[in-house]
């Protein structure tokens, strides 16, 4: 990547972000702090190699791969163009024929009008909504958001400004938006107002609920709690809200720490009214049951589902109750869902308070195979690393006993010199494969079994929109 085997470009110009240095050498560094060190009693700084001067070209030099992955433009195929002209040539006028797009302006400002976006955006953003604008269009048609990559990607696509804004710009406009809360409220109820409008909902109005946490060094509102992987954590909560019918995400805010109980439920419910009206119907997923919080939806009308975890006492009777009646009955067959459902009446307790619902019971004969074969393999595994130990304690009589094996003690040596035999707990197995595909959804609204499973599994939407907030916003330093 050096002299002689690459063709070489300019040196990256100095900025807030970074700046760079040769030496004697001609090798190029680029640092992003630097400091004074009592113990060395000198200046050092965090510099990083990213290439070497090119001896017949004066302002260029010849990069290496880490240089790529740090000023890698935003669209790949502009590399080989960006190579060998620099942003300030390419405004030269007769240096460079190049085009730039509208495209991609034109359809998100008529998709933006046709659905009160713009309007709503304009409104409640009047004096920034213009570069908002832009910095959005940019996030979805490059598929990034990293501030540093707009300026280049700005020059090749239109984006309605009379000047390219600077990503040192973009993060003051970020920190402009974050300190204006009430004027994001606004957008997004001034948004509602105005797709209702145009778009009125007759049915109810569906979204899906639920949270999130992520690790995060955010000094305001990090708080320690337990991660996905189990680690205490510096986290953050999310909840979201998701337009079922669309996809969009209409709604998330970020919950100091590792919590989200009954406290935050009345506000999480009024958000919702105001983003889509009382016409409302929440999809929870099994880690979102909460008594209280259903009581409150209850209690408010509001339509809800929420799939009941496996651990609940209710939901192991439903199914032993009906388990028999929908087992591959054709009667309860739903095609388009490639499952066996049907519903009945229960009643839940929150307290004192007694809530009538409506249970459907589903068994889904792919999901029941995917189960126990997953069982099947951890079995095996399970039996391999029983049978590396040599003696039999009674930590490992622990470790089986938890996994499905019987473990027994012998007089005589088994095989590898050990004093005991494992074997498949065929009781304890059987307990596992019993129920494997059932599952059980609670709701206060009484649909056809085939709309709830429909609705159940359009769920995925928020998993997506989780994925790609946690993509673009992998990094919290303040909020």
């Given at each position: 990547?050096?002299?002689?085997?690459?063709k070489?470009?300019p040196?990256?110009?100095?900025?807030?972000?970074?700046?760079?240095f040769?030496?004697?050498?001609?090798?190029?560094?680029?640092?992003?702090?630097?400091?004074?060190?009592?113990?060395?009693?000198?200046?050092?700084?965090?510099?990083?190699?990213?290439?070497?001067?090119?001896?017949?070209?004066?302002g260029?030099?010849?990069?290496?791969?880490?240089?790529?992955?740090?000023?890698?433009?935003?669209?790949?195929?502009?590399?080989?163009?960006?190579?060998?002209?620099?942003?300030e040539?390419?405004?030269?006028?007769?240096?460079?024929?190049?085009?730039?797009s509208?495209?991609?302006?034109?359809?998100?400002q008529?998709?933006?009008?046709?659905?009160g976006?713009?309007?709503?955006?304009?409104?409640?953003?009047?004096t920034?909504?213009?570069?908002?604008?832009?910095?959005?269009?940019?996030?979805?048609?490059?598929?990034?958001?990293?501030?540093?990559?707009?300026?280049g990607?700005?020059?090749?696509?239109?984006?309605?400004l009379?000047?390219?804004?600077?990503?040192?710009?973009?993060?003051?406009?970020?920190?402009?938006i974050?300190?204006?809360i009430?004027?994001?409220n606004?957008?997004?109820?001034?948004?509602?107002?105005?797709?209702?409008?145009?778009?009125?909902?007759?049915?109810?109005?569906?979204?899906?609920?639920?949270?999130?946490?992520?690790?995060?060094?955010?000094?305001?509102?990090?708080?320690?709690?337990?991660?996905?992987?189990g680690?205490?954590?510096?986290?953050?909560?999310t909840?979201?809200?998701?337009?079922?019918?669309?996809?969009?995400?209409?709604?998330?805010?970020?919950?100091?720490?590792?919590?989200?109980?009954?406290?935050?439920?009345?506000?999480?419910?009024e958000?919702?009214?105001?983003?889509?009206?009382?016409?409302?119907?929440?999809?929870?997923?099994?880690?979102?049951?909460?008594?209280?919080?259903?009581?409150?939806?209850?209690?408010?009308?509001?339509?809800?589902?929420?799939?009941?975890?496996?651990?609940?006492?209710?939901?192991?009777?439903?199914?032993?109750?009906?388990?028999?009646?929908?087992?591959?009955?054709?009667?309860?067959?739903?095609?388009?869902?490639?499952?066996?459902?049907?519903?009945?009446?229960t009643?839940?307790?929150?307290?004192?308070?007694?809530?009538?619902?409506?249970?459907?019971?589903?068994?889904?004969?792919?999901?029941?195979?995917?189960?126990?074969?997953?069982?099947?393999?951890?079995?095996?595994?399970?039996?391999?690393?029983?049978?590396?130990?040599?003696?039999?304690?009674?930590?490992?009589?622990?470790?089986?006993?938890?996994r499905?094996?019987k473990?027994?003690?012998?007089?005589?040596?088994?095989?590898?010199?050990?004093?005991?035999?494992v074997?498949?707990?065929?009781?304890?197995?059987?307990k596992?494969?019993?129920?494997?595909?059932?599952?059980?959804v609670?709701?206060?609204?009484?649909?056809?079994?085939?709309?709830m499973?429909?609705?159940?599994?359009?769920?995925?939407?928020?998993e997506k929109?989780?994925?790609?907030?946690?993509?673009?916003?992998?990094?919290?330093?303040?909020f």
């Amino acid at each position: 990547m050096y002299a002689g085997l690459t063709k070489s470009c300019p040196l990256p110009e100095d900025s807030v972000h970074g700046k760079h240095f040769t030496l004697p050498s001609g090798y190029v560094y680029w640092y992003t702090k630097r400091w004074y060190d009592p113990e060395k009693k000198r200046t050092v700084d965090d510099r990083v190699l990213i290439g070497k001067l090119d001896p017949n070209n004066k302002g260029q030099f010849f990069p290496n791969k880490r240089f790529d992955s740090i000023f890698a433009p935003a669209d790949p195929a502009l590399n080989e163009l960006r190579q060998f002209n620099s942003t300030e040539e390419r405004k030269k006028a007769g240096e460079l024929d190049f085009s730039i797009s509208f495209g991609a302006y034109a359809a998100m400002q008529a998709v933006a009008k046709r659905i009160g976006c713009l309007d709503a955006l304009q409104r409640a953003f009047p004096t920034l909504w213009e570069k908002i604008f832009a910095i959005s269009l940019h996030s979805i048609v490059s598929e990034q958001s990293t501030a540093q990559s707009f300026p280049g990607w700005a020059f090749d696509n239109y984006v309605g400004l009379k000047n390219i804004i600077s990503d040192s710009e973009i993060s003051h406009i970020y920190s402009e938006i974050d300190k204006s809360i009430s004027s994001i409220n606004l957008f997004f109820e001034l948004f509602r107002l105005n797709y209702n409008y145009i778009f009125p909902y007759t049915p109810e109005f569906i979204m899906t609920f639920d949270l999130t946490n992520q690790v995060s060094e955010s000094e305001n509102q990090a708080k320690y709690g337990k991660s996905k992987s189990g680690e205490n954590l510096p986290v953050i909560n999310t909840a979201m809200f998701v337009d079922e019918k669309t996809g969009i995400n209409l709604w998330y805010e970020h919950f100091d720490g590792n919590i989200f109980d009954k406290s935050q439920s009345p506000y999480s419910i009024e958000k919702a009214k105001k983003l889509g009206g009382n016409n409302l119907f929440l999809l929870f997923e099994s880690g979102d049951y909460d008594l209280a919080f259903i009581g409150k939806l209850y209690e408010e009308k509001i339509g809800f589902a929420v799939t009941m975890p496996d651990t609940v006492n209710l939901n192991q009777e439903l199914i032993k109750e009906y388990k028999d009646s929908i087992f591959f009955k054709e009667l309860y067959y739903i095609r388009s869902e490639d499952v066996y459902g049907r519903q009945t009446t229960t009643k839940i307790y929150h307290g004192k308070k007694e809530m009538a619902v409506f249970a459907y019971i589903f068994y889904d004969d792919k999901t029941a195979r995917n189960i126990r074969d997953s069982i099947y393999i951890k079995l095996h595994f399970y039996m391999k690393e029983a049978n590396k130990k040599i003696r039999y304690t009674n930590k490992l009589k622990e470790y089986c006993s938890k996994r499905f094996l019987k473990i027994t003690k012998t007089n005589e040596l088994q095989e590898g010199n050990k004093n005991f035999k494992v074997e498949i707990n065929y009781d304890e197995l059987e307990k596992q494969y019993e129920n494997a595909g059932f599952f059980v959804v609670l709701s206060n609204r009484l649909i056809s079994p085939a709309n709830m499973i429909e609705n159940i599994r359009r769920r995925d939407s928020v998993e997506k929109n989780f994925l790609r907030l946690k993509k673009s916003f992998c990094s919290f330093s303040n909020f």
